[in-house]
């Protein structure tokens, strides 16, 4: 019994002997701590005093963990941009340096999460386990690291795939008006990628909760979410949050471009950032130029895009392929925002009102959209058919506008129109429904090689998606084919028109079993009105002898 108390004093002595030796070789240090004061608080900005060693875009600390970037550093005051919530800041709170410029969080651990610019969850799973950060504003890659754009980005679409092909590394952009059907191509895009070892970076900015809701919702629901990361800001965010979305997003995915993988991102829509940021710049009293905007509005988007590129393979060879979303206003493409992106990228996929309204979706305007990288990454199996395509189609636009007025059409002009309205209908596609690379491939060589002319419009769906199915039959070396820089040879082709033929069979027999029971019908119809009776008719009446004239007098 006596030996347990000798045993916890002696426990006891040697903690306190450890905390003295601690205590006598501590020695206090004094950090110097720069702190200033609130002079005023406005909508998403806070100007302040008393911070003379600041940096431009340096990070400061408010009340309540609230965080600010240094934007305007003048002589007597700091203009900040807020990147939370700020209705509890008022006039002569403190304000503190951080010492760092705004980072993120980066790593494989945000796959398959839905966090803000400044990497706090918003899906309900916890914090996003990883300490590795990067700043959100960085260099491009210099020149000599970049590498030409040669592997193709599939997006699944036909129309996209075909005659406006993109590259992994490439810049494309996506203009049209509101609600034409923008965010439904880099969504099914973001779905072609799964399995591709792509990674993908969904970056809303300033949307509806619900709509951004609705997305996560398709990209869970089509299991994509296991390669994808979303950064969200919603339209009731600080227009500081919208601000550096894009940029936070662009730095996740460049952790994994210089990890040597590929990565897709997109900016929904870069619209909303032009705007936040002007807000931001009159509220900050810069000087507004053409629209309001500031004179930098090019640089701040120029700098962002410039960050996606195609690596040399010493670097890794990794790709970040970006797909910004602008919307048009009355289907005005000249107007400032979009006129300074269709410079800056290269090349734009514009969707056009009036097709969306006809029913042709995707809407893609193909006259008026270019790439000017995606066809030197374009596969050989693509542009095989691809430049006869899109002059057909070419041709049929004209003259369907010409046969519009009425016109009466000769059998070669005719027969280009027909032939036209089959290869619209095959550009046609539902969404969310991307379609594989030997699928377009097998309906493109049947539309060149002309099987679908005898197709009724009416039954084109049907018979395009049973060629595509038949695309699941094309042997094993050949489809191999298609992922090569090699040509498609005569034998390749006409083995993929043999299937696509036997596919189209049934619809042929169908079409052939109609015309046969509509020439029946007529025949009968013709021989019931051979057999009623002529009805009687009427002798003519015979004529009046004409009247002598009356002799004059």
């Known amino acids: 019994m006596t030996t347990a108390p000798e045993s916890l ?21 004094l950090v110097p701590r720069e702190v200033g004061t609130i002079i005023s608080v406005a909508t998403g900005i806070a100007k302040v005093s008393g911070l003379p060693s600041v940096g431009f875009e340096e990070l400061v600390k408010f009340p309540g963990d609230v965080l600010g970037i240094a934007f305007n550093v003048d002589e007597d005051e700091v203009g900040v941009v807020l990147l939370g919530e700020y209705w509890h800041l008022y006039a002569g709170d403190e ?61 699944g679409l036909t129309v996209i795939d075909a005659l406006i092909p993109i590259g992994r590394g490439q810049r494309e952009l996506i203009l049209g008006d509101r609600q034409t059907g923008k965010t439904a191509i880099a969504i099914d895009t973001i779905l072609n990628q799964r399995g591709e070892n792509v990674v993908c970076v969904y970056c809303a900015i300033g949307q509806r909760a619900s709509a951004v809701a609705k997305t996560i919702a398709v990209l869970r629901e089509k299991g994509a979410m ?54 931001l710049s009159l509220l900050l009293r810069r000087p507004p130029g ?24 010493e670097l890794g060879g990794g790709s970040l392929t970006a797909l910004p979303i602008i919307e048009t206003e009355a289907q005005d493409i000249s107007a400032y925002i979009p006129t300074n992106l269709i410079s800056i990228t290269d090349g734009q996929i514009y969707l056009s009102p009036s097709l969306f309204e006809l029913g042709i979706l995707p809407a ?46 000769d059998e070669d002009t005719r027969k280009i129109i027909e032939h036209g309205q089959r290869i619209r209908a095959c550009l046609k596609q539902s969404e969310f429904a991307p379609v594989s690379v030997p699928g377009q491939i097998a309906v493109l060589l049947a539309l060149t090689a002309g099987l679908f002319d005898s197709m009724p419009i009416d039954q084109m769906t049907d018979a395009e998606h049973a060629v595509q199915e038949a695309a699941a039959n094309i042997p094993a070396e050949l489809a191999a084919r298609f992922n090569t820089a090699d040509t498609l040879s005569d034998e390749d082709r006409a083995a993929i028109v043999r299937i696509a033929r036997n596919a189209l069979m ?22 019931e009105t051979e057999t009623v009776p002529q009805r009687e008719s009427k002798p003519e009446a015979e004529p009046q002898p004409k009247r002598a004239p009356k002799e004059k007098s």
């Open 9 to 29: 004093r002696s426990v006891f002595d040697r903690a306190f002997a450890g905390i003295s030796q601690v205590r006598e070789a501590f020695t206090p240090r």
């Open 364 to 409: 893609v305007d193909v006259g008026r959209s270019v790439s000017r990288v995606g066809g030197k990454a374009q596969r050989a199996a693509y542009r095989a058919v691809a430049g006869d395509l899109k002059l057909a189609y070419a041709q049929f636009e004209e003259l369907e506008t010409f046969a519009r007025f009425g016109a009466r059409l």
């Open 290 to 313: 053409r629209e309001a905007f500031p004179g930098d509005i090019f640089y701040i988007h120029s700098r962002l895009l410039e960050r996606a590129t195609h690596l040399r393979s």
């Open 226 to 279: 296991d390669h994808t990361i979303v950064v969200v800001t919603e339209g009731n965010d600080p227009p500081g949050l919208a601000y550096i979305a894009p940029y936070a997003a662009t730095s996740i995915a460049e952790h994994f471009m210089e990890a040597g993988r590929d990565v897709l991102i997109v900016y929904d829509d870069l619209t909303q950032h032009a705007r936040a940021y002007r807000e």
């Open 506 to 527: 049934r619809f042929q027999s169908r079409r052939d079993s109609s015309l046969k029971s509509k020439a029946a019908s007529e025949t009968e119809a013709h021989a």
């Open 95 to 155: 304000v503190e340096r951080t010492g760092r410029v705004m980072d993120v969080v980066v790593g494989d651990e945000l796959l398959g999460r839905v966090i803000d610019p400044l990497g706090r969850p918003l899906d309900g799973k916890g914090q996003v386990a990883t300490s590795k950060r990067l700043p959100i504003e960085r260099p491009a890659a210099p020149i000599m690291d970049r590498a030409p754009v040669t592997v193709p980005l599939q997006t």
